[in-house]
């Protein structure tokens, strides 16, 4: 049964601190829509033992306003790892939720959108990497976490965009093989003496930005601080002040030492962030990432409601893959 949603006082008193937090991204007629499904959510997650997880990029409705923590990649892997919820919503795209069920096997892992992909995770098949390995025999595969468990399951060790470099170095050889993401191997061989063998796949929101574009910016506002994800192309990397994870890029605002910045990344992360750094002008290149978009306030609620969409790994490939995630959780965060 569906009971329409209505924007009450009762909804208005549960949410007005948080469209504090969202109001110079969020005008208030919009708001006044999503509050009421924000205030079901929070009801319900009560009632279930339910935590919701919210990467960096979803929408500041969701980031704000339902997510219980939010974080890159190796910050929810984290989370997720030591939750003890009955029910974890994973607000991010699919690699991020099945790694949380990796970690995490007992507790109900639920995505509002299974179809919610990521290029990088599309751009390997498990037969590859087998191949990657007979042409390079002895030498270890760095997997980066964005990708389906059965590439977890056939690599030594994964990595995110937060340990990138440290993982490869840990391992203690001359050369790896880093899949699938072909400019995070070429940033992390820019900073290391290991030598990276990379893979073709690509970023296809990051891929997007380009030398002339940051030049561009950097002409127009010569104060400008710039700051990228490492998913973007090593030339791009090279013309920024700062390059990291998603949650290193927030954390670098802290220290900008200019007041107006760019944040060379998806679309919603200066939405995100703009309300805590009153003292930064945000120009924001908008780069959406169709698929962390597909996560919303509607599908959240029905994933709360009716238990759906359930994330299973097969045990045994749950079990392989593991290994992989938790030799880079031993690592941890060096950005
Ligand atoms: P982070 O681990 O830096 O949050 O990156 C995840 C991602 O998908 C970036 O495009
Ligand atoms: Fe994948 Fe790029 Fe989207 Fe991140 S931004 S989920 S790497 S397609």
Known sequence: MTTKLEFTEEVAAATDPIYEKVKGSIPRFEWEMHAPLIAEINRIKKEKNAVILGHNYMVPEIFHGVSDFVGDSLGLSIIAR?????????????????????????????????????????????????????RYPGVPVVTYVNTPASIKAESDICCTSANAVAVVESLGVDRVIFLPDEYLGRNVANETDVKVITWAGRCIVHEQFTVEEI??????????????????????????????????????????????????????????????????EFVRPCTICPHMKKITLENTLASLQEMKHEVFVEEEMRLKALRSVERMLEIGRKD
């Open 82 to 134: 030591d939750s003890d919820a009955d029910v974890i919503v994973f607000c991010g795209v699919h690699f991020m939720a099945e790694t949380a069920k990796i970690l995490n096997p007992s507790r109900t892992v639920l995505i509002p959108d299974p179809d919610a992909g990521c290029s990088l995770s599309e751009s390997i098949t498990p037969a590859d990497v087998r191949l990657m390995k007979e």
């Open 215 to 280: 030049r561009a910016y950097r002409a127009q506002y010569p104060d400008i601080e710039v700051i990228a994800h490492p998913e973007c192309s090593p030339e791009v990397c090279a013309e920024c002040d700062f390059v990291g994870s998603t949650t290193a890029m927030i954390d670098y605002l802290d220290e900008a030492t200019s007041n107006r910045v760019i944040m060379i990344t998806e679309c919603s992360m200066s939405d995100n962030v703009a309300e805590a750094h009153p003292e930064l």
